[in-house]
């Protein structure tokens, strides 16, 4: 399986942007895709997952009610909708599935991982 994140940018507080994450490969309906970021010396954080196999979603409580996370089975891609940035948001985001059925927020919990794209917000 190989992930592939884009997308990242330079915004402003307050402005959106969008992730992608393209996957191809063997990823299983039962498998969980979610979005992690990281800031240099802290660990890689859970940011949203959602089932393949359904529409059920999971968000940090830092991001919930900002950030929208989503999928295409047929073109297998991964998406990740945040609105409202705030400087805190700056990080690497990565994409994850595999080596889970469950929602986990632990990033030792997943398989595969994307390179990451970059996320910066200036205030």
């Known amino acids: 399986v190989q992930l592939q994140a884009s997308g990242g940018g330079l915004v402003q507080a307050g402005e959106s942007l969008r992730l992608s994450c393209a996957a191809s490969?063997?990823?299983?309906?039962?498998?969980?895709l979610a979005w992690f970021r990281q800031t240099p010396g802290k660990e890689r954080e859970f940011v949203a997952a959602?089932?393949?196999?359904?529409?059920?979603?999971f968000y940090a409580d830092s991001v919930k009610g900002r950030f929208a996370i989503s999928k295409d089975n047929a073109k297998n891609t991964l998406d990740l909708q945040m609105n409202n940035l705030k400087p805190e948001d700056a990080a690497v985001y990565y994409c994850a599935t595999g080596g889970t059925t469950n929602p986990e927020r632990s990033p030792r919990e997943y398989k595969y991982w994307g390179k990451g794209t970059l996320v910066t917000v200036s205030s």
């Open positions: 490969g063997p990823i299983f309906s039962s498998w969980i």
């Open positions: 959602i089932r393949r196999s359904s529409s059920s979603t």
